[in-house]
């Protein structure tokens, strides 16, 4: 496995060019992303140690095992130097558990980073040395840019063409980096971390001109950054949910989640007016990083202030994303984390793999002017239209509207994710009424939901064409213009359009307001 090394030491990354397109060989099957298949990471920070084990797409991995111990290794450091003795005990004891769950994993190695608090800390070196003596695992101790790194490339695994400010926050630091072109440019680090702030001396007055100055000296040193703001990290993510609770918000899905200054400065009043026990209660936020939120919602209301951005985005990707993505070739970098992970899940559930393409083929004459987004999603969908088929036919619909809105899913928008979830149901239903997501159909407009009904029903048509993937099918044809929706089909195919494909025919044209013409051809002839 690859280590952590500056990136003006690495090689010239491969390109693979010829691997870029959407429907070019899934990169999980080359070797190289193999490699990548099962990884495991440990971030060592200074209100929790944390163990990931990557699995599956290696572009837009799965969450094969997350476990979090919030230790507080870095709590009293301001005034005592050095790490907190309960939570060096802790943090050990959370070392030897992710050790051996590594063995029994068959994972070769762990790759385990430090940040803040150990770095900083008096004994910090000591603790890593009896992590080695008992664990036999080696921590890398990083410093505040190398962090924020990291962080901005966990960022940019979600969102490739990302552009904007990442900011995180743990419990010691707090980290600024901007990313634009899918590079990471200036970084800068502070010591803005709430379990810091919480220990400082003279209280809110205290607190609010130490952050004011801090403030200062990262705008001066980052310049303008009025572009979008990526928040990473445990204290960012809790003020998101509190964000949910303030607004009624209906999906619950951190990753992506969009708020604006306004909503910001409203949701830290919000916090400081209410009882964190009920907060937390309702939330789900543990106690630990409840007690943390009042001190990170002063330093990121001061931050918006300050840096004025256009819009505010939550990644749940962060650091240990960005170790992943730091082993990555930059051919597999550069793939859509959507259609990987959608491509993998149609490799291992799917009835027939491969025939995603076939379907969006056959159904891509209806998105012939659509822009790219959308024909982009039109493309997950197909791929993604098959993988439920053993949930119980009464419940399929809603299972897969269920997964695509809640799954781990990379470069997707809430919005996009209704989209999806929406087009998944209408392949195996035809209405949309009198289920438990009727609230979250309400993020989009009706337009939407009526496009997204079209895209389920032509993919519901499509699949009564199923066979062997590389059969020849005939085609589908749309003249918008003269609302007509065209079928040709190859006489082998005949029998394949039954009463049933037939009224499924029907219903996708009368979503399309559109007349029906069926027309058969000979085999090879598609003029």
Known sequence: MAHLTDPATRAVPETGLADLGLFGKPLFEDPSARALARVGVVDVGSNSVRLVVFDGAARSPAYFYNEKIMCALGAGMAETGHLSPKGRTRALSAMRRFSKLAEGMGLSELTVVATAAVRDASDGQDFCDEVRRETGLRIWVIDGREEARLSAQGVLLGWPGAYGLVCDIGGSSMELAEISGGRVGRRVTSQLGPLKLRDLKGGAKAREAHIKEVMEGLHAQMGAQRDRLFLVG????????????????????????????????????YIKNCDLDELRSACGVSSTRMALVPYAAEV??????????????????????????????????????????????????????????????????????SPAPRKRLVKAACLLHDVSWRAHPDYRAEVCFDNATRANLGGLKHSERIYLGLALLHRYSNKRENTRFEDLYEMVDERTRQEAEILGKAMRFGAMLWMNKDAERGEMRWFPKKKLLQLRLTEDMLPLFGEVAEARFNSLASSLEAQVEIKTVREGRHD
């Open 234 to 269: 445990g204290s960012w993510r809790a003020i998101a949910r509190i964000d949910m609770l303030r607004r009624g918000y209906p999906l619950h899905v951190l990753h992506e989640y969009r708020m604006t200054p306004k909503a910001v400065r409203a949701t830290v009043k």
């Open 300 to 369: 990121l209301s001061r931050l918006v202030r300050k840096f004025k951005p256009k819009d505010i985005a939550i990644s749940s990707y962060g650091i240990r994303e960005g170790m992943l993505y730091e082993q990555m070739p930059q051919r597999l970098r550069d793939r859509d984390p959507l259609i990987e992970a959608c491509r993998f899940a149609e490799a291992k559930d799917a009835r027939m793999p491969g025939f995603g393409k076939v379907l969006n083929n056959f159904i891509a004459p209806l998105y012939r002017s």
